[in-house]
Structures are given as C-alpha cells and as structure tokens.
C-alpha cells in the first residue's frame, strides 16, 4: 500500500480472506471492490465517502475480513 493508505483488521496468515477495498472511482466518488481469494465477488460505488461504502456492504450481509482504503 501507498503511504496514506489506511487498513482496517489484519487477514489471517494462511487463510483466504475477503478484503473489502475502497478506493476513489473516476468520478471522484468512493467504490469499493469486495475480493475472495483474488476472486471480486461485489463491487459498489458512487458514495460520498470510504464508511458509506463500508456501511452498504454491511447493510447486504457482507463483513469482509479486512478493510483497505486508498489515500484520497
């Protein structure tokens, strides 16, 4: 990750893990991209910022084991 990047939860040593990665679309508006093993399985976008992402994927179900956020 680039310096001003910010991680939430650390994925298991030896685990797949789902991250949950939020970063800032052409639009400049927040999306996030929800992966499995290097699978995406979601992707949702246009929310005003990164804990609107975070809070839509909660609201399907989807609590993603770590949560990685680019710098702005």
């Known amino acids: 990750m680039t310096n001003g990047d910010r991680t939430k939860g650390a994925p298991p040593r030896g685990q797949m893990t789902a991250i ?42 989807l609590h993603p084991d770590c949560v990685e956020v680019e710098a702005s």
Do not use: H, M
């Not at 949950?20 to 976008?45: A, D, K, M, V």
């Open 20 to 61: 949950l990665r939020i970063y800032r679309n052409s639009c400049g508006r927040w999306t996030g991209r929800l992966q499995f093993g290097g699978t995406e399985l979601c992707l949702l976008g246009a929310y005003d910022t990164p804990e609107g992402v975070e809070r839509a994927f909660g609201k399907l179900g």
